[in-house]
């Protein structure tokens, strides 16, 4: 199906692309474009990745006949129902700009940031105890949890245009070293 969705993309991209040369268009239909555009863009991507990598582990898994801890596979089965809520989400901030949605998506996608941290902790806690199955899957879950975090990211930037037009995005996720609560690290000896 990804190459039905590459065909789907380029055809909008080059719609929205010839609809935005229209030098009479007003402001906020051009910046719908661009928002339109980018979601595509995006959602062009999540198709990249189910092709490309996780199609290419479930055949690993299958052709090998590898199976996942009880543990790995509901870590798997959590983040995947996440996902499926995440883009339910998406479509209604993309549907209604609605600021408490395009909030609680920008929140979904910190609380999958850190399902696949503990995924991952619990993974290599298994791999510590010489659990078999997940000594045998554990190239395939790593790179599922992280492929499934990067989809995450993918459907929940779909908020930013949003968020930005009510100025309630910071500039970065770092802290400012001028910030009391930065501690910076100390790798070596000044």
Same mark, same amino acid.
């Given at each position: 199906?990804?190459?039905?969705?590459?065909?789907?993309?380029?055809?909008?991209?080059?719609?929205?692309?010839?609809?935005?040369?229209?030098?009479?268009?007003?402001?906020?239909?051009?910046?719908?474009?661009?928002?339109?555009?980018?979601?595509?863009?995006?959602?062009?991507?999540? $198709?990249?990745?189910?092709?490309?990598?996780?199609?290419?582990?479930?055949?690993?898994?299958?052709?090998?006949?590898?199976?996942?801890?009880?543990? $790995?596979?509901?870590?798997?089965?959590?983040?995947?129902?996440?996902?499926?809520?995440?883009?339910?989400?998406?479509?209604?901030?993309?549907?209604?700009?609605?600021?408490?949605?395009?909030?609680?998506?920008?929140?979904?996608? +910190?609380?999958?940031?850190? *399902?696949?941290?503990?995924? +991952?902790?619990?993974? *290599?806690?298994?791999?510590?105890?010489?659990?078999?199955?997940?000594?045998?899957?554990?190239?395939?879950?790593?790179?599922?949890?992280?492929?499934?975090?990067?989809?995450?990211?993918?459907?929940?930037?779909?908020?930013?245009?949003?968020?930005?037009?009510?100025?309630?995005?910071?500039?970065?996720?770092?802290?400012?070293?001028?910030?009391?609560?930065?501690?910076?690290?100390?790798?070596?000896?000044?």
């Amino acid at each position: 199906m990804d190459d039905i969705v590459d065909e789907l993309h380029n055809a909008l991209k080059l719609y929205l692309t010839e609809i935005s040369r229209n030098d009479k268009l007003p402001q906020a239909e051009a910046r719908r474009c661009e928002d339109i555009l980018a979601f595509t863009i995006n959602l062009e991507h999540v $198709g990249d990745i189910v092709e490309k990598s996780l199609s290419e582990l479930a055949e690993k898994k299958i052709k090998n006949h590898l199976a996942f801890s009880a543990e $790995g596979f509901q870590e798997i089965s959590n983040m995947l129902n996440q996902i499926f809520e995440n883009l339910r989400l998406a479509v209604s901030v993309f549907m209604t700009s609605n600021l408490r949605d395009a909030r609680a998506l920008m929140q979904a996608k +910190t609380a999958m940031r850190d *399902l696949e941290w503990t995924a +991952t902790q619990n993974h *290599l806690h298994r791999l510590r105890e010489k659990r078999a199955e997940s000594l045998e899957t554990s190239s395939l879950h790593i790179d599922i949890v992280r492929d499934l975090k990067r989809i995450t990211a993918h459907i929940a930037s779909v908020a930013y245009p949003v968020l930005s037009e009510y100025n309630e995005l910071l500039p970065s996720r770092l802290l400012d070293k001028d910030d009391e609560a930065f501690i910076p690290l100390a790798v070596g000896k000044e």
